[in-house]
Antibody, heavy 121, light 106 residues
């Protein structure tokens, strides 16, 4: 079955950096676009970033553009999110999500359990 | 960016009630509209995709409708396990925005 396991979260000071990982299994990772979504404590879902199956065409939410970089290593079935210049408002649970698409369908059909990032001095 | 709004923000209901949540997009998203359910401490789970298609394994009491800018999620007979927060999401543009959520409680 599909498994997405995030790791790399933790406590970091404002201005610091962190790299999140999402290990994928149970599906053909190399054929799937992947996304990162975050959720601040007690708040709603916020889409963060998207990367096509081949690693080309990256898209970012306005709040993270220029600070975060999404990438993937298809040989390791792993998705990454490099976060720099972190701010307290980046504090959130970060989820990776797999896409199912075709025709008029495009949705996140599997999610990881999340990894918590806390930005605080 | 396409902005998503939901109403109501929260609602109180009882087991067996029929409830409807509304989602509105700031511009047309055709039928690229999905609904997710999230319970406390858990990752979201897709219920409805492409506005009206029920995800495999999701109970038939859930249904979705609409196109363009206005969409609905209906639960025909609320069950105890349905008390959760519901989010709509547009997948029409490459900024896959979510609505602010609707919390359904007892």
């Amino acid at each position: 079955q599909v498994q997405l396991v995030e790791s790399g979260g933790g406590v970091v000071q404002p201005g610091g950096s962190l790299r999140l990982s999402c290990a994928a299994s149970g599906f053909t990772f190399t054929r799937n676009a992947m996304h990162w979504v975050r959720q601040a404590p007690g708040k709603g879902l916020e889409w963060v970033a998207f990367l096509r199956y081949d690693g080309n065409n990256q898209y970012y939410g306005d709040s993270v553009k220029g600070r975060f970089t999404i990438s993937r290593d298809n040989s390791k079935n792993t998705l990454y999110l490099q976060m720099t210049s972190l701010r307290p408002e980046d504090t959130a649970m970060y989820y990776c999500a797999k896409v199912r698409y075709g025709g008029d369908q495009y949705y996140f059909d599997n999610w990881g359990q999340g990894t918590l990032v806390t930005v605080s001095s | 960016d396409i902005q998503m709004t939901q109403s109501p923000t929260s609602l109180s209901a009882s087991v067996g009630d029929r409830i409807t949540i509304t989602c509105r997009a700031s511009q047309s998203v055709d039928t690229y509209l999905n609904w997710y359910q999230q319970k406390p401490g858990k990752a979201p789970k897709v219920l409805i995709y492409a506005a009206s298609n029920l995800e495999s394994g999701v109970p038939s009491r859930f249904s979705g409708g609409g196109s363009g800018t206005d969409f609905t999620l209906t639960i025909s007979s609320l069950q105890p396990e349905d008390f959760a927060t519901y989010y709509c999401q547009q997948s029409y543009s490459t900024h896959f925005t979510f609505g602010p959520g609707t919390k359904v409680d007892l």
